[in-house]
């Protein structure tokens, strides 16, 4: 089945103007919010803003295709959308602008965005989902906990600062922790500028708290959320959502169908799913065992002690942890790391990993990374 590259070799003699702006058009600009455009694209204001072309240009004479594959995201090939979108009517005259990045340890956020500037006259901000940095993932879990993470702020202040004196109109997305940050920030972003965006789109973005979801903010922007799961979804399922989802078709099995290029694709809009499979089903009972059984102050003393012990190892991206040299040694820190918890601490550390084994972690496992030979590759 076509996925988004086709796409692009479909409707690259059709414009916005032809065809209005749709849900693949949003996935497409969400998921390039994953490519690393630092000293490329301007962090000033949308005035500043650069063409796709020579985005494009400068990045494929910057960076070699060695680089971009050996990276460890598995969203590296998004930038390979460039290439094709230059050449195309739809997106050919797309400027791009206001891009922000940071990782910030201390405060626990990674953290990313920029804006499009389409054809038709509107704007797109875009929010980058989790990476594979061990900050990104405990900011993940901080949704269990904070009324807001730093990540959220950050998203909001985004809006907020770029498109104080813009009039034009907007839509906001992102790609999983992306759909999450655009949705809060399209919420809690100022009315000026809220009144004047579109659709906010979450694409297998988690969703949030109920303090949240009961606002008056969120209900304000709500009917123009637009949320979209895979049949695997293992992360937009996670808390909870107050809006319409629309399940999607993927060539790809359990995690591996959280990657925006397994989602299949048909003329203009997304091929729908029958039915969530096992796997997400499974994660999602997993997932609510573990954590929406304890109260806050229990979840908080859990989430830090499980990235306490990751951090301890010396690891600062997930690729690190299949990869620590020192094995004995890492194995002794952990243990000292466990050691020097309170007996508080260690009791509920070693209860939920107890919950965890319980819910059946065999199965948890294969179903969350079951091999590619049940669909087609990527």
Known sequence: ???????????????????PFNEVDNLILSYLAYTDFTDLVPTGTLSEAVSITEVTKQYFQRYSEEEILSSPEFTKTAVYLLKKMVHTKRFGRVKLAAYRQTTEVDSVAQ????????????CFAAFRG????IVGWKEDFNFFLEKETQGQIYARDYLNEVFAHKIRKLRVGGHSKGGNLAVYASAFCKPSIQKRILAVYSNDGPGFRKNVLESEEYQNIRSRIYSYIPEESVVG?????????KLIKTSAAGIMAHSPETWEV???????????????????KTIRRLLYDLDDDRRKIFIDAFFGVVESTGATHLMDLVDIKEK???????????????????KIFWGVIRKFISSGTTTFMEEMFKKQGEKNDI
């Open 266 to 284: 048909w003329k203009n809009r997304f091929v729908a799913g029958e039915k969530r499979s096992k796997s997400s089903l499974i994660v999602d």
């Open 111 to 122: 953290f990313a965005a920029l804006t499009f500037l389409l054809p038709d006259r509107t």
């Open 1 to 19: 089945m076509a996925n988004l590259s086709d796409y692009l070799d479909w409707r690259s003699d059709i414009t916005m103007e032809q065809d």
């Open 328 to 346: 004995a040694k890492t194995l002794s820190t952990i243990r000292e790391t466990l050691g020097s918890m309170s007996k508080e601490e260690q």
């Open 130 to 133: 989790t990476d594979t940095s």
């Open 237 to 245: 399922i996670l808390l909870e959502q107050r809006n319409k989802k």
